[in-house]
């Protein structure tokens, strides 16, 4: 492709979208790895978004009231680190640029949220960051309803590429944005026809007009190289009252020989075609320079939002000092101080009334003293709202004619509203939670792995957690999904046993700053097995000791949720036998294991035989409690699952498969001989 | 609403599905749970589909060219189990309906193909049928293609709800079935405008008509109350060349107190309301009677299609028998007489050759042996074909001018590819493969649960498997994958040390008739460990010793994949210092476990110290063969993950986080004091 035409159209467009180009040939090349096109592709996107919309002062990234903008084609990271460099960003150095993809560097193969302040959110896994936009955009209107215009005010703007389109997260994601109107997010799709395999066309003949159309975006279609159509389109998007998808019509590996291939979509490391690629941009030639006027430019773009944010930190000056401490705890994450005494009182209250109520219900009724304390909470389910028991009496529903509901009807989507929900997070002074049935952290899967991996402390509120789900059948029946979650790096999963747990894991998982929970509650209700009121939060400990053997301490008996009252009752079979029974309550494994080997010790000691009861598979880090932590191979059993469920009423259940207090005293006095 | 005017228009269309309606009403109220509002409102959907359209035997439910009924919308599994016993199969009999989600009872709350034969897919998890039903369309396309019309020549119909419509899922499987014209694909949308929560409009506004036609799709609108408009529209799709979508508007349990509301989707019990609809439907009020006359019709039904089975297979009996040998083999799930021989010779070729490549290019030389042998593979990638080493040279590529072709391009959509692999394997006469990065697991994750609970032997092939993926960084850096694939219940998970391991494993794979396989590949070369010939498949066994300890056997360091290698260095060192170390590969935990005790305790003898080499989070099952299984705490150890990736070259990742021989060695005398 001849680029004389567009150098000479707007040279001074032209050279600074080369330096994003130059910067990403030589940074890849560098690294030996990494992908070209994208950045190539969509540099002169970029250039004037970043020029002439972007809301941004590169020296204050994290500033409340920002514009965000999104990278959902996370393989083109060169794009992001090119820009935060040329505009001056104090962490992404030219030092930075060099070591592009290299141990220790913050400029990793893909945007890393928690190494940059300007990266937004990690993305990579294709479709999330589209999807995290969503909540992005559904925290600022939030906002804006509840502080004002003067202060939350800011668009949301995503770049998004064939893959993030194909991948179905992005279809709930556009559901959920058109149903909402979220006007102040816009998309702009790399319509560049190519991806790994070839042209899109191999695998899809979408059009992605209609398809946005038919869910209430606004769409416009311009050239992605001509500035002038680029800017004319940003600033009708901004005016639409929809949700806008440009589809800007790009050229992947622009000006280099693997142009408009899937070669281009890769790492062009050729050193002739770099330079024939670099002189057709009438970029530098040396490695990683950028022409002074150039860069002074870009140091100005990236400067440009300075005074907005002045004017801006006058404005919210001017908020009541209330509104301020509430803005500033929000956004640091910090509980208010009142929730502590509250959850005290609930869980007295609990202790002493002793309900016999599904952990669900639980969790609605802690949920119903946080959620009036902490008004950055905001409620939701995957269609399952009465099942879930996520909506509390004083949320209000989310709308297009009631921003300042704090309740969300995300739809048959736990996808989209799991990455939305942690688009919500990364936003910053929002506390989102939603939920949907536990088997389907399956759907969800990929947002709630990079929930833990971005440190987003989102909460995943997951019913229906065993076989006690009765009649549905093996479909809706979790086995493995304990396991699942606690393989996961960084996740708290919480499993209460009654409600007075609820509270304390309700507490634990609105309070924590880099860690997302998993609250894992029961369909079927439960008695209260934390009848004697605590002031501290034993959840806290992961695992502790909720009833001491009577007599001699022969037998352990460890379990978690619906199976403590299991193991109570199992304990009272074995002391009436003359066998002392200790009962261990054991909410969150990740927990117990941060704890002190003086503290887990005390808890298991060495000596008795070991149950653990989980109705789930033992793979979910049983046996580092059964068998390791002093335990012995000979002298611990499981009563759990060791396949999928079946459908049943779910007290049958239990029985066919053997998870009952008789089969635990069983196990136990098996293993006393 | 009056439901006078539909009864009096077409009485005898009206009392078939009036059938449907009123056994479904007792069946949920005998259950006390259930789904009554979907099956009522279908019902007449369903009526004239099975009387007019569906090519069915219910004599012969698996004959194979029958047209495919997919209850896409499972929960509304008493319209599948109300047809069947109306028409007589011989599985769901009237004490089968009775007994609706009860113990033992074959009519589980969901449809499950493992169950009923006619039953060809298990739903509930929304989406899942509509992508299954992608597969089931292109198998026809594929075998049709091969065996001639006269053979294969049936349609594949699906019923879907709003949720099915919502989940994105259904977008990746839309978006593969417009790109390749499956015009013998039909989807029944129940379009009631009802989800849990309320209205669809509470969560989407998608116009879906739009939106299929926007993939290409061929588009009506019914009234799905009017069995004349039903039939004419069924007419229409058959004849599409494009995948049909028939938007039936219907209300959610008609003609109940419940019609048209959010209760109406759910177990409608009440004894009062139960009996008004039955009046209204003028069906007999006692519970599940149904009149002779409309049993007869839907027995008549049922055995409408025995002349055209008849008149098949004498069609079938004129092809060849070679490729009748061919169709029958490959429908029973059977390998090729060529196939152990063609393994046994590439395993020999491989240990004299040595050759050291990644273990995603050994299974690409498996294949290569494989899909020459065995027509009935069907290889793809979800956009990852260069890097996932899934297409061998003579497959040629699946499209609509090339309905021969054996590789998919699935485009980014790992749900989809695997939802519609389970499919094509469920269809029947078919083999699928395909592959996506290991990490992405998550994103095919609902459909290898739903493979494993539906004993479909689809192999999923999973590269770039661990921190050996490099610079890409912690997003692509599986390291809780292997855990949680090793924690679902009937799934192999197979990570091979070597090409000869890989071809151990993929003979495995494609001769299970139910079980799926995970194939866990690297990115980076290794070396080949297997070099000794040894004709029998030792990875058949989970664990074998692949290096026996030369002096006294101290320590046994336990590996899989491409730290088999790793623990062979370390093996040469310890031995160098006089410590005699045995070198157990385990290729597969699941198949190690299935041994007997005997041959388990031979490999993992008690007394040595053991170390585990994983690159890996420990969660991934280890802890059994480390401490139990006679291991004890004190004398095992592990190397592998307890944390997320890090993007950097990955031999340097390998050494940062201390996945090297030297860290095994230092773990290993350590344990040994």
Same mark, same amino acid.
Request: with cysteine; net charge neutral.
């Given at each position: 492709?001849?680029?004389?035409?567009?150098?000479?159209?707007?040279?001074?467009?032209?050279?600074?979208?080369?330096?994003?180009?130059?910067?990403?040939?030589?940074?890849?090349?560098?690294?030996?790895?990494?992908?070209?096109?994208?950045?190539?592709?969509?540099?002169?996107?970029?250039?004037?978004?970043?020029?002439?919309?972007?809301?941004?002062?590169?020296?204050?990234? @994290?500033?409340?009231?920002?514009?965000?903008?999104?990278?959902?084609?996370?393989?083109?990271?060169?794009?992001?680190?090119?820009?935060?460099?040329?505009?001056?960003?104090?962490?992404? =150095?030219?030092?930075?640029?060099?070591?592009?993809?290299?141990?220790?560097?913050?400029?990793?193969?893909?945007?890393?949220?928690?190494?940059?302040?300007?990266?937004?959110?990690?993305?990579?896994?294709?479709?999330?960051?589209?999807?995290?936009?969503?909540?992005?955009?559904?925290?600022?209107?939030?906002?804006?309803?509840?502080?004002?215009?003067?202060?939350?005010?800011?668009?949301?703007?995503?770049?998004?590429?064939?893959?993030?389109?194909?991948?179905?997260?992005? #279809?709930?994601?556009?559901?959920?944005?058109?149903?909402?109107?979220?006007?102040?997010?816009?998309?702009?799709?790399?319509?560049?026809?190519?991806?790994?395999?070839?042209?899109?066309?191999?695998?899809?003949?979408?059009?992605?007009?209609?398809?946005?159309?038919?869910?209430?975006?606004?769409?416009?279609?311009?050239?992605?190289?001509?500035?002038?159509?680029?800017?004319?389109?940003?600033?009708?998007?901004?005016?639409?009252?929809?949700?806008?998808?440009?589809?800007?019509?790009?050229?992947?590996?622009?000006?280099?020989?693997? #142009?408009?291939?899937?070669?281009?979509?890769?790492?062009?490391?050729?050193?002739?075609?770099?330079?024939?690629?670099?002189?057709?941009?009438?970029?530098?030639?040396?490695?990683?320079?950028?022409?002074?006027?150039?860069?002074?430019?870009?140091?100005?773009?990236?400067?440009?939002?300075?005074?907005?944010?002045?004017?801006?930190?006058?404005?919210?000056?001017?908020?009541?000092? #209330?509104?301020?401490?509430?803005?500033?705890?929000?956004?640091?994450?910090?509980?208010?101080?009142?929730?502590?005494?509250?959850?005290?009182?609930?869980?007295?209250?609990?202790?002493?009334?002793?309900?016999?109520?599904?952990?669900? @219900?639980?969790?609605?009724?802690?949920?119903?003293?946080?959620?009036?304390?902490?008004?950055?909470?905001?409620?939701?389910?995957?269609?399952? =709202?009465?099942?879930?028991?996520?909506?509390?009496?004083?949320?209000?529903?989310?709308?297009?004619?009631?921003?300042?509901?704090?309740?969300?009807?995300?739809?048959?989507?736990?996808?989209?509203?799991?990455?939305?929900?942690?688009?919500?997070?990364?936003?910053?002074?929002?506390?989102?939670?939603?939920?949907?049935?536990?088997?389907?952290?399956?759907?969800?899967?990929?947002?709630?792995?990079?929930?833990?991996?971005?440190? =987003?402390?989102?909460?995943?509120?997951?019913?229906?957690?065993?076989?006690?789900?009765?009649?549905?059948?093996? =479909?809706?029946?979790?086995?493995?999904?304990?396991?699942?979650?606690?393989?996961?790096?960084?996740?708290?999963?919480?499993?209460?046993?009654?409600?007075?747990?609820?509270?304390?894991?309700?507490?634990?998982?609105?309070?924590?700053?880099?860690?997302?929970?998993?609250?894992?509650?029961?369909?079927?209700?439960?008695?209260?097995?934390?009848?004697?009121?605590?002031?501290?939060?034993?959840?806290?400990?992961?695992?502790?000791?909720?009833?001491?053997?009577?007599?001699?301490?022969?037998?352990?008996?460890?379990?978690?949720?619906?199976?403590?009252?299991?193991?109570?009752?199992?304990?009272?079979?074995?002391?009436?036998?003359?066998?002392?029974?200790?009962?261990?309550?054991?909410?969150?494994?990740?927990?117990?294991?941060? #704890?002190?080997?003086?503290?887990?010790?005390?808890?298991?000691?060495?000596?008795?035989?070991?149950?653990?009861?989980?109705?789930?598979?033992?793979?979910?880090?049983?046996?580092?409690?059964?068998?390791?932590?002093?335990?012995?191979?000979?002298?611990?059993?499981?009563?759990?699952?060791?396949?999928?469920?079946?459908?049943?009423?779910?007290?049958?259940?239990?029985?066919?498969?053997?998870?009952?207090?008789?089969?635990?005293?069983?196990?136990?006095?098996?293993?006393?001989?």
């Amino acid at each position: 492709m001849d680029l004389t035409a567009l150098r000479t159209a707007n040279p001074e467009h032209w050279n600074k979208a080369a330096a994003i180009r130059a910067l990403t040939l030589d940074a890849v090349a560098a690294a030996n790895s990494g992908h070209s096109g994208m950045p190539i592709g969509m540099a002169d996107v970029a250039t004037v978004l970043f020029e002439k919309h972007l809301k941004f002062d590169v020296k204050a990234p @994290k500033w409340a009231d920002r514009d965000r903008f999104i990278l959902s084609a996370g393989h083109g990271s060169m794009l992001i680190y090119s820009l935060l460099y040329l505009m001056g960003d104090e962490q992404v =150095t030219l030092d930075q640029i060099k070591n592009f993809r290299q141990m220790g560097a913050l400029t990793a193969g893909h945007p890393e949220n928690f190494l940059i302040d300007a990266v937004e959110t990690t993305t990579g896994p294709l479709g999330q960051g589209i999807a995290n936009a969503v909540g992005f955009a559904m925290a600022e209107e939030m906002q804006r309803a509840h502080y004002g215009k003067k202060v939350v005010d800011h668009n949301t703007y995503v770049i998004a590429g064939d893959g993030c389109l194909m991948e179905g997260i992005s #279809q709930e994601a556009i559901g959920i944005a058109g149903r909402q109107k979220l006007g102040k997010l816009i998309v702009l799709w790399d319509n560049n026809n190519i991806t790994i395999d070839g042209s899109v066309e191999l695998s899809d003949r979408t059009n992605q007009i209609q398809r946005f159309k038919a869910s209430g975006w606004h769409v416009q279609e311009i050239d992605g190289h001509d500035p002038e159509a680029i800017d004319a389109a940003i600033t009708a998007a901004k005016k639409a009252q929809k949700p806008s998808m440009i589809a800007c019509k790009t050229h992947i590996a622009l000006g280099h020989a693997a #142009q408009d291939t899937s070669k281009g979509h890769g790492a062009l490391t050729d050193a002739e075609q770099l330079k024939a690629a670099k002189e057709a941009y009438g970029a530098p030639l040396g490695a990683f320079e950028v022409p002074a006027d150039v860069k002074a430019q870009w140091e100005a773009i990236g400067t440009r939002g300075a005074a907005d944010r002045a004017a801006w930190e006058a404005r919210f000056a001017e908020l009541s000092k #209330q509104k301020q401490e509430r803005f500033n705890r929000a956004y640091a994450l910090e509980a208010p101080k009142k929730l502590s005494a509250a959850i005290k009182a609930l869980k007295k209250q609990i202790s002493e009334e002793q309900p016999k109520v599904a952990t669900r @219900k639980s969790s609605e009724m802690a949920l119903a003293v946080i959620n009036p304390l902490m008004p950055e909470t905001v409620g939701g389910s995957a269609d399952l =709202t009465g099942s879930n028991n996520t909506k509390t009496g004083d949320l209000g529903v989310f709308d297009t004619d009631n921003r300042k509901g704090r309740y969300v009807y995300w739809g048959i989507r736990e996808h989209g509203m799991a990455a939305a929900m942690n688009g919500m997070t990364l936003h910053g002074g929002m506390r989102p939670y939603g939920g949907t049935f536990f088997c389907f952290t399956d759907y969800a899967r990929p947002s709630m792995r990079l929930a833990a991996l971005m440190k =987003t402390p989102t909460v995943f509120v997951m019913t229906h957690d065993s076989i006690g789900v009765g009649e549905d059948g093996p =479909t809706h029946q979790p086995v493995e999904h304990l396991a699942i979650c606690r393989a996961t790096p960084n996740t708290y999963v919480f499993r209460p046993a009654d409600t007075v747990e609820a509270a304390e894991a309700w507490e634990i998982a609105v309070t924590a700053k880099e860690t997302p929970s998993v609250m894992v509650l029961t369909r079927q209700n439960l008695p209260t097995v934390r009848t004697e009121h605590k002031l501290s939060n034993l959840t806290e400990k992961g695992a502790y000791v909720l009833s001491e053997a009577e007599g001699k301490r022969q037998v352990i008996l460890i379990a978690t949720g619906s199976e403590v009252s299991l193991a109570m009752e199992a304990k009272a079979k074995l002391e009436a036998e003359g066998i002392g029974t200790r009962v261990v309550s054991m909410p969150c494994m990740e927990l117990f294991a941060q #704890q002190d080997e003086a503290y887990r010790r005390k808890v298991l000691p060495a000596g008795p035989v070991r149950v653990g009861i989980e109705a789930a598979v033992r793979a979910g880090g049983w046996d580092r409690w059964l068998l390791g932590e002093r335990g012995q191979e000979k002298k611990a059993a499981f009563v759990g699952m060791d396949r999928f469920g079946a459908s049943a009423p779910a007290d049958e259940l239990f029985e066919k498969f053997g998870i009952t207090a008789e089969a635990t005293v069983a196990k136990a006095k098996e293993l006393l001989g």
